[in-house]
């Protein structure tokens, strides 16, 4: 139990364009995702927090109209990074929690990198 | 939510039990410890969480002080699979986010 899968894996894309990436949590319900990013060799930074139905709340230092979190359903959270360059090449990661529960599972990883 | 500090890094011969550390001396009545590891170029992997007492699952034992100041996470016949960075958290109870340090890199030697 407790899998969360994202969409895609890898991508390469051109700098000024727009990527999304999905989360989705594959057997329980989601009531709040998480989005992080990890730089090589660096550990996990959190971006933001959203909650199934409402607006994201993000950390300091992250743009939010760069960085486009949409948490419509409780069991998809999608990450639209637009205008993209290639200083946002890193891995972004999504986790999940349920109701009720602190445990967070995370999802595989989406390598970005903007050429 | 209090501070963890973990050793850089560690090694264990495959098939050996592994033990790794983490102090939280500044832990409050509320914070659970949580452990996570990450894979190479994987998302991280949930382990194990407790507040107070032992605790023991498929993946690994979680053993926490009697003052709660300090914990070991045992993995008790370490894999080259169980070659990962492994995060120690303290997390408030009811929080949402988790704050990861830099964690302590295991390799498991054949």
């Known amino acids: 139990g407790a899998v969360v899968s994202q969409h895609p894996s890898r991508v390469i894309c051109k700098s000024g364009t727009s990527v999304k990436i999905e989360c989705r949590s594959l057997?329980?319900?989601?009531?709040?995702m998480f989005w992080y990013r990890q730089f090589p060799k660096k550990s996990l930074m959190l971006m933001a927090t959203s909650n199934e139905g409402s607006k994201a709340t993000y950390e300091q230092g992250v743009e939010k109209d760069k960085f486009l979190i949409n948490h419509a359903s409780l069991t998809l959270s999608t990450l639209t990074v637009t205008s993209a360059h290639p200083e946002d090449s890193s891995f972004y990661i999504c986790?999940?929690?349920?109701?009720?529960?602190?445990?967070?599972?995370f999802g595989p990883g989406t390598r970005l990198l903007v050429l | 939510d209090a501070k963890t500090t973990q050793p850089t890094s560690m090694d264990c011969a495959e098939g050996r039990a592994a033990n790794l550390p983490c102090n939280h001396s500044t832990i409050s009545g509320n914070e659970y410890v949580y452990w996570y590891r990450q894979i190479h170029s994987q998302g991280p992997q949930y382990i194990i969480h407790?507040?107070?007492n032992n605790e023991t699952n498929e993946m690994a034992s979680l053993i926490i002080t009697e003052d709660r100041k300090s914990s070991t996470l045992i993995l008790p016949h370490a894999t080259l699979r169980d070659t990962a960075v492994y995060y120690c958290?303290?997390?408030?109870?009811?929080?949402?986010?988790?704050?990861f340090g830099q964690g302590t890199r295991l390799t498991i030697n054949p």
């Open positions: 986790s999940a929690s349920g109701l009720g529960g602190e445990t967070q599972y």
């Open positions: 958290i303290v997390l408030i109870q009811g929080a949402q986010k988790l704050v």
């Open positions: 057997d329980f319900q989601a009531t709040t």
């Open positions: 407790g507040l107070k």
